[in-house]
């Protein structure tokens, strides 16, 4: 049974044996039922299991946990929120982008202290981030985005020009990059099954193979139906992202965009000298479309983004695209010259969530019984964990600096409804595919 999700990342095909929860089987009552077994909903119930020991808290995920998004992205944890500082400050105001970015500070700061308190063995190593600017473009924007973050009293970001750069990862295309030091990468399902370990232990029950095929909402309890059960539940946490389209009050605050990634053999001496790389840092380009990249602790490159895939209605079946596939080991090339020749071993895509405003949102659904957290953006390692600290204070009507920071409680514009959600999607795209484009008119790396 564990092929089934082993072929969905290279994470989840070598991060060693796991054991399963049982599903459930029969009837319960808990004080919350969170429907997600992600970063999200395992982090709520660890806090929740922390912050009140008492609480009957169950996890119902419906394949295994770490399946989704969890399980395979690239394992940054970083401080990026929805899709540039300057789209954020131009929808929602400089102090709400100022808080923003202290939201995602202490999300990454948290990952951190979690890994350190409960030694979870997750490959976690404290890289810092480079956004590089390949393209004159490129140059412009991030500069004004480093001005934007200055501006902002927001500390620790600075341009760093094409000589600096290239002394930390040295590639012909790199013109300058934005550093930050506060980033850190790890391999993401052994953190999402190690957390899995330290929220059971603490007594929360995690049921995998549990679906939830629907949710009924009473004036005292939720009820939530499975295959071979029901559960009822006093409050409720949701925490499904980009598989919310079966959720019928999220199903328009958000859509399952597809991102992809390929992973080479493990780089030899000669292979990466060229390159340096020394400091392992976390990588991403300045495209709309981004590229992401990394090395893993086998000295694999690990190489995602470029391109997306959209999808009509509840289709979630995107997750190989042997295009994308294709462009990326050509980009490969374009940014190291000395990996010609280089193996790709591994290929996997993944949804993630993308709210119509493309930032993050979190909070209430219909009344204070029920939460849910969603529009990672492709960002949600860190996130999602801080998400899950303050769905749990919001459960328990606990207000910290968190649940009275954006995004919590925000509004979000509904996705239309299809056909017109596929097509405004399209035109989207269409949109950031010219905008690159024209970036790139004269070659990666030309002045």
């Known amino acids: 049974m564990a092929e089934d999700y082993q072929s969905k990342s290279f994470w989840l095909a070598s991060s060693g044996p796991y054991r399963e929860s049982p599903p459930l089987d029969g009837d319960l009552k808990c004080d919350v039922a969170v429907v997600g077994g992600g970063f999200a909903g395992i982090a709520t119930a660890y806090f929740l299991k922390k912050t009140e020991p008492s609480l009957h808290v169950v996890v119902l995920e419906s394949e295994v946990v770490g399946f989704g998004a969890s399980g395979r992205n690239a394992g940054f944890a970083m401080t990026t929120f929805g899709l540039a500082m300057s789209l954020t400050k131009a929808l929602f105001g400089p102090e709400k982008t100022r808080q923003a970015h202290h939201y995602m500070e202490r999300a990454v700061d948290l990952v951190g202290e979690l890994v350190a308190e409960h030694n979870l063995d997750c490959d976690y190593e404290r890289t810092g981030f480079l956004r590089v600017a390949t393209t004159p ?74 679906p939830v095929t629907e949710i009924q909402r009473h004036a005292d309890a939720f009820e939530l139906k499975t295959p071979k059960g029901c559960v009822t539940a006093a409050r409720l946490a949701l925490t499904t992202n980009a598989y919310s389209l079966s959720i019928p009050q999220l199903r328009r605050k958000q859509v399952p965009v597809w991102t992809y990634i390929i992973l080479t053999e493990p780089l030899k001496a000669e292979q990466l000298s060229p390159i340096g790389w ?135 514009i509904p996705w239309p409804p299809e056909p017109l959600r596929y097509i405004l999607s399209q035109a989207i795209l269409g949109y950031l595919h010219v905008e690159d484009a024209l970036a790139e008119r004269k070659g990666l790396g030309a002045i």
């Not at 902002?152 to 750069?165: C, K, N, Q, R, S």
């Open 137 to 210: 473009a490129y140059v412009k924007r991030i500069k004004e985005e480093v001005k934007l973050a200055e501006s902002l009293g927001l500390e620790g970001i600075e341009w760093i020009d094409d000589g600096a750069v290239r002394a930390r990862v040295n590639s012909p295309v790199f013109l300058g990059a934005w550093w930050e030091p506060r980033c850190a990468l790890l391999n993401p399902v052994k953190l999402v099954r190690e957390m899995k370990r330290v929220a059971e232990h603490l007594g929360a029950q995690v049921c995998e193979r549990t």
């Open 278 to 412: 020394e400091g392992r840092e976390g990588i991403e380009d300045y495209r709309n479309l981004v590229h992401y990249f990394r090395l893993t602790p086998d000295n694999r490159l690990l190489m995602g983004g470029r391109d997306i895939n959209l999808t009509f209605g509840d289709n979630m079946d995107k997750d190989f695209d042997d295009r994308i596939f294709a462009k990326l080991q050509q980009d490969i090339i374009t940014l190291f010259p000395s990996l010609k020749g280089v193996e790709v071993t591994h290929h996997w895509g993944g949804p993630v969530s993308v709210p119509i405003d493309m930032t993050p949102a979190l909070g209430y659904l219909g009344d204070h019984r029920a939460v849910y957290s969603l529009g990672c953006m492709g960002h949600g390692v860190s996130l999602m964990h801080l998400n899950g600290q303050v769905l749990c204070d919001l459960l328990l009507e606990r207000k910290t600096e968190w649940t009275e920071c954006f995004p919590v409680g925000r509004r979000i």
